[in-house]
Nanobody, 119 residues
Framework: QVQLVESGGGLVQAGDSLRLSCAASGLTFSSYGMGWFRQVPGKEREFVSH????????TYADSVKGRFTISRDNAKNTVYLQMNSLKPEDTAVYSC????????????WGQGTQVTVSS
């Protein structure tokens, strides 16, 4: 049974930093590309960032480029999202997802962790 469990969310002020973690189990972690998404109630889920299986390739949404950094530790089956210079508009539920090679869509999703940024 595949599980993706996010942690590290919380309430912070604008300009602060947070690091989210996503611990994976039940899959060969190094075989999956990993992504972070976020969603605000009433809005569509938004892509935040993706990292390749080896960690050598990363992509970011324009809204977070230069502020967020995705990374992974395949020995720990964990993907991270370092979020700096947080803004109120970054407030959302952040979820991680796993994508197997050759797929466009993600196979597995976590439950999410709430990030709230106050002004």
């Amino acid at each position: 049974q595949v599980q993706l469990v996010e942690s590290g969310g919380g309430l912070v002020q604008a300009g602060d930093s947070l690091r989210l973690s996503c611990a994976a189990s039940g899959l060969t972690f190094s075989s999956y590309g990993m992504g972070w998404f976020r969603q605000v109630p009433g809005k569509e889920r938004e892509f935040v960032s993706h990292i390749s299986r080896s960690g050598g390739f990363t992509t970011y949404a324009d809204s977070v480029k230069g502020r967020f950094t995705i990374s992974r530790d395949n020995a720990k089956n964990t993907v991270y999202l370092q979020m700096n210079s947080l803004k109120p508009e970054d407030t959302a539920v952040y979820s991680c997802a796993a994508r197997s090679p050759g797929r466009v869509e993600y196979n597995y999703w976590g439950q999410g962790t709430q990030v709230t940024v106050s002004s």
